[in-house]
């Protein structure tokens, strides 16, 4: 049981360090993007997509649409996306948007306007309580729409309706376009506040793939939906870039490029 755990830990981690270098490659397109987005959420989308949702079958809502690098790059890792169309990423006219909408493949649902989709989640999952079907609805939210009204109301109605198969995981690397999330809207204690919505928590270090793993494994262990807080750092711990570099829209020359690119193959070898 536990080599197999180690090997789907060590699996689980090469799948995130390909995810970041499948963005750094499509962020490379045009110089600059959001990169750091894909760095703070790769083991979040490795563990989700590498095991924890039944791909075709449990239902995945991206509410912050500028998160889509993420998903394109575990889905091109796990062939749910041909590997080619990449290089259009970000590209007029191509499918692949640096900001996702409702032509985004692979997710049930990519929103534009922040604080929308645990709405739209909340949807899926009420059609499949009042269906009777086995499905499961994972949510991707970021901290800095927890500033949105809209978000604590889809909560309260989520713990009313005592919903056991949503789960909302919450990108927290106190970044947001204006600059640390502390520093627009104090969230803090952002666990505390879900629970006091009547939602139970799972907190945990979102670059540790064990810990997030549990986390989401812990949705079977009571009812009403759960969240989770993954504690994350824009820049994903990332030695290569540096800690001045503005986390959310990062500008890429070819330089640091070829440094993320280096650091990243040696964590592969």
């Known amino acids: 049981m536990g080599g197999q755990l180690l090997f789907e830990a060590a699996s689980l981690r090469r799948l995130a360090t390909r995810i970041r270098m499948r963005a750094t490659d499509m962020v490379a397109i045009q110089g600059f993007g959001y990169l750091g987005q894909a760095m703070s959420s790769a083991e979040i989308f490795a563990v989700l997509f590498g095991g924890t949702l039944r791909i075709g079958h449990d239902r995945f809502v991206l509410s912050p649409g500028h998160y889509v690098i993420g998903l394109y790059a575990v889905a091109a890792e796990l062939g749910l996306l041909d590997p080619a169309e990449l290089a259009h990423y970000g590209a007029d006219g191509s499918a692949l948007e640096a900001i996702g909408s409702e032509r985004t493949p692979v997710a049930d649902l990519v929103c534009g306007s922040l604080g929308q989709g645990l709405s739209g989640a909340i949807g899926f999952a009420l059609a499949a309580e009042l269906a009777g079907e086995d499905r499961s609805v994972f949510a991707f939210l970021s901290d800095?729409?927890?500033?949105?009204?809209?978000?604590?109301?889809?909560?309260?109605?989520?713990?009313?309706?005592?919903l056991d198969r949503l789960v909302a995981v919450i990108d927290a690397n106190n970044s947001q376009v204006d600059g640390a999330?502390?520093?627009?809207t104090t969230l803090e204690p952002l666990?505390?506040?879900?629970?006091?919505?009547?939602?139970r928590v799972a907190e945990t270090d979102g670059h540790d793939v064990v810990s997030l793993a549990q986390a989401f494994a812990s949705r079977h262990d009571g009812a009403g939906p759960l969240?989770?807080?993954?504690?994350?750092?824009?820049?994903?711990?990332m030695r290569a870039i540096p800690p001045t570099i503005d986390g959310h829209f990062i500008k890429l020359d070819p330089a640091l490029k070829?440094?993320?690119?280096?650091?990243?193959?040696?964590?592969?070898a």
Do not use: D, N, Y
Request: aromatic share 10%; charged share 30%; net charge negative.
């Open 144 to 162: 800095g729409e927890m500033e949105e009204g809209q978000v604590w109301e889809a909560a309260m109605f989520a713990a009313h309706r005592r």
């Open 227 to 237: 969240a989770v807080i993954a504690r994350t750092e824009i820049l994903g711990r």
């Open 191 to 199: 666990a505390e506040k879900w629970r006091a919505f009547g939602w």
């Open 181 to 184: 999330v502390t520093s627009v």
């Open 258 to 268: 070829t440094a993320i690119m280096r650091e990243l193959e040696a964590a592969l």
